[in-house]
């Protein structure tokens, strides 16, 4: 079955950085665009960036862009989101997954933006 680990997240300060890493399994998955979402407390899940099969397109979203990176290793099966810049409004539960009809969601990893 479609398994997507999310780590990498924890406690940061402001103009921090992390980098997360989405471990997949259970689908072919250098055939699908692959994209880091983010849950707030009270707010709904974001798509906050995507990238292509391939790895050569990517898309962000505004509140992001120039301070968040995706990438991908097909041969690893992994997607990765590196986070620069931090700010206290990025703090949220992330998760990766495609970003058309959605797998199941895996558990995401909190990441904390605070002084």
């Known amino acids: 079955q479609v398994q997507l680990v999310e780590s990498g997240g924890g406690l940061v300060q402001p103009g921090g950085s992390l980098r997360l890493s989405c471990a997949a399994s259970?689908?072919?998955?250098?055939?699908?665009?692959m994209g880091w979402y983010r849950q707030a407390p009270g707010k709904e899940r974001e798509l906050v960036a995507h990238?292509?099969?391939?790895?050569?397109?990517?898309v962000y979203a505004n509140s992001v862009k120039g301070r968040f990176a995706i990438s991908r290793d097909n041969a690893k099966n992994t997607v990765y989101l590196q986070m620069n810049s931090l700010k206290p409004e990025d703090t949220a539960v992330y998760y990766c997954?495609?970003?058309?009809?959605?797998?199941?969601w895996g558990q995401g990893t909190q990441v904390t933006v605070s002084s």
């Open positions: 259970g689908f072919t998955f250098s055939l699908y665009v």
């Open positions: 990238i292509s099969s391939t790895g050569r397109t990517t």
């Open positions: 997954n495609i970003i058309t009809t959605p797998f199941p």
